[in-house]
């Protein structure tokens, strides 16, 4: 009895293995580091929140504040009259980030379909990198405090880092296919935690010198990685006389289904799975989809709604965590921005491991369902943390596993399973394009939810903003609910057709 398609699946990594070159490699490792910097900057700024607030208050109402001279000068040019001000002023700074970077993202991704990735990227590393210097360095040193001015600046640098994940995802869709994408995937789409650690790490070497010095160290390194990508990077394997990715799977597709994009509806009959949105001109090159066109795709909607909310709850980690464990247990400033790397560490271990699971399931909405689940306890868990430094890096690495693994997966490989469905044919010029939309959506609910999450903990406390993290974290799954019973139904449909054939 022949065995239908989706039963005669190789091992996910044998596909990965035989057609990987140093070029992969170079690949992997450049697009992983330029996205690491724009991360480690963007961390920077969240671990350095407390000296900003001691900086923007008059020292004689905040008791944090190093001794500022001359006395006279610095207290007639505060911006704020006291800590909470400022502490808000913060969030509002996060919110306006992430909306710019949110719109960016739309914008970002329709771009990068249709110029040069290698172009785009680096240009919105090096720029944001000035931006940066700009906003953290250059101001303290001219002593120079308005708050309009730090909400320009950090607009553009929303819009400029939206340029980063679209383009970083496209090229890595360019080079690694479906098999063993959730593994390759999951493994590489720790680049975001590591840039957190990195940021982490430097901001808080020099950060006794003044938090100006956090902002230069990492910018001059951001744009060091801009001017390395920008001569370094391949977009594509054409580029390098290699074939390209669609040609490939569809060499092999005839005797391993490996390659088969995850996306695709198993109950659509073979005939109809010839319909492309793109029409295929006479050189066969792919022409970039509409945006409308990208989010008419199968599962677009639901994963960007989904992101929207998970990704409110990691963001909200990503920029208050340091400031939670200084407000809420009295922590130095740097012992809190070297403990909070714990969650980013478990975010590293639950993607690859759970990127590799959904490879062997050829499943990825049960993995996140499963993942999330366990998420709500942890959030519950860590809410209830002791004073102890021990249990709470522990209780925060389980944390960032079960959120930080299901983030980075539909960031990076799911957005890579939507741009590459039957659908668009494998084609690459839709890939940019399906990662804005789902990566701009999540930033939208990011956006509403640092402002709400400064809001909340001014009235309610902490405990209330974890009770709204689990509320957003439930959404999440009954988002996906519909992809969870679809795939569900899949795998057992698939089980009897093994019976069968044994």
């Known amino acids: 009895m022949a065995m239908p398609g989706s039963l005669r699946r190789q091992p996910a990594n044998r596909g990965l293995v035989s057609h990987c070159t140093h070029h992969h490699i170079v690949v992997f490792l450049l697009t992983f580091f330029s996205y690491s910097l724009l ?11 407390v000296s900003i607030s001691s ?19 610095w207290n007639s040019s505060h911006l704020f009259s006291n800590a909470e001000e400022a502490t808000l002023f913060l969030g509002t700074l996060d919110t306006i980030f992430l909306f710019s970077y949110a719109v960016g993202l739309f914008v970002s991704g329709i771009v990068g379909d249709r110029l040069n990735l290698r172009w785009v990227l680096s240009f919105g590393m090096c720029s944001s990198a000035l931006v940066e210097f700009s906003f953290g360095t250059l101001t303290e040193w001219l002593h120079f405090y308005n708050k309009w001015f730090y909400c320009c600046l950090w607009v553009v640098n929303g819009l400029l880092q939206s340029t980063g994940w679209p383009c970083v995802v496209a090229v890595m869709g360019n080079w690694f296919g479906k098999a063993g994408r959730g593994f390759v995937f999951g493994l590489w789409s720790a680049c975001a935690s590591v840039g957190n650690i990195l940021g982490a790490f430097l901001a808080s070497c020099v950060l006794k010198y003044g938090y100006e010095y956090a902002f230069l160290v990492t910018a001059s390194v951001q744009f060091a990685g801009g001017v390395i990508v920008f001569f370094g990077l391949l977009t594509s394997p054409k580029e390098v006389g290699l074939p390209e990715l669609g040609a490939d799977e569809d060499e092999v597709s005839v005797e391993e289904d490996a390659n088969r994009p995850l996306m695709c509806n198993d109950d659509v009959d073979d005939d109809d799975r010839n319909y492309s949105i793109q029409a295929t001109d006479s050189d066969n090159q792919p022409k970039a989809i509409g945006f409308f066109q990208a989010c008419c795709l199968p599962g677009v909607v639901l994963y960007s709604l989904a992101y929207a909310c998970l990704k409110l709850v990691n963001y909200s980690f990503f920029f208050w965590l340091p400031f939670y464990l200084s407000n809420n247990f009295g922590w130095k400033e740097a012992e809190a921005d070297q403990l909070s790397i714990w969650y980013d560490v478990g975010g590293i271990i639950g993607g690859t491991i759970q990127g590799l699971i959904s490879d062997v399931l050829q499943k990825r909405a049960p993995v996140l369902a499963v993942s999330l689940l366990f998420a709500v306890g942890s959030l519950f868990g860590y809410s209830r943390s002791p004073n102890s430094k021990p249990i709470n890096a522990v209780l925060m690495a389980i944390t960032g596993f079960f959120i930080g693994g299901p983030s980075n997966m539909i960031s990076s490989a799911i ?3 939507l741009g590459r469905q039957d659908l668009v044919k494998g084609s690459s010029e839709a890939l940019a394009t399906v990662t804005g939309i789902v990566d701009g959506t999540g930033s939208i609910g990011a956006a509403v939810g640092q402002y709400l999450v400064s809001l909340i903990q001014e009235n309610l406390r902490w405990m209330w903003v974890f009770y709204f993290f689990i509320l957003m974290t439930s959404s999440t799954i009954l988002f996906i609910s519909p992809l969870i019973v679809r795939e569900i139904r899949l795998l057992l449909h698939e089980r009897r057709l093994r019976m069968l054939a044994e």
């Not at 900086?55 to 000068?73: D, F, I, K, V």
């Open 39 to 49: 991360h480690a900057s963007r961390k920077t700024f969240s671990n350095v929140k």
């Open 55 to 73: 900086q923007w208050t008059p020292s004689c109402s905040n008791s944090t504040a190093p001794e500022l001279r001359p006395y006279e000068l």
């Open 415 to 417: 957005s890579a399973d």
